[in-house]
């Protein structure tokens, strides 16, 4: 689990914005951004936390991934992919 976290801070560093969602948080990231790591973690992180939903979002607004839980897991989102600025 250390490892995924810290694996989780580094693919983290190019997000540019943390929006609330309903249910969690919307992390947008710097234009030309790989995603790859990114969805690679979201599979994991399902795999041994089922209660995370993770949606990877490329829209007008940009690259982004969606991180959401039951109401209970709240602060669970936040301490994975940090809380909406």
Same mark, same amino acid.
């Given at each position: 689990? $250390?490892g995924r976290l810290e694996a989780w801070r580094?693919?983290?560093? +190019?997000?540019? $914005?943390?929006?609330? %969602?309903?249910?969690?948080?919307? /992390?947008?990231?710097? +234009? *030309?951004? +790989? /995603?790859?790591? @990114?969805?690679? /973690?979201?599979? #994991?992180?399902?795999? !041994? !936390?089922?209660?995370?939903?993770?949606?990877?979002? @490329?829209? &007008?607004? *940009?690259? #982004? %991934?969606?991180?959401? #839980? +039951?109401?209970?897991?709240?602060?669970?989102? &936040? #301490? /994975?992919? *940090?809380?909406?600025?």
């Amino acid at each position: 689990m $250390d490892g995924r976290l810290e694996a989780w801070r580094e693919a983290l560093k +190019p997000v540019v $914005d943390r929006t609330a %969602i309903d249910g969690g948080v919307r /992390l947008t990231f710097a +234009p *030309g951004t +790989p /995603l790859a790591q @990114v969805a690679d /973690l979201a599979a #994991a992180e399902h795999d !041994c !936390c089922m209660f995370f939903r993770f949606a990877v979002t @490329v829209d &007008h607004r *940009g690259a #982004a %991934i969606e991180v959401t #839980a +039951p109401p209970e897991a709240l602060a669970l989102v &936040h #301490a /994975l992919v *940090g809380a909406p600025s």
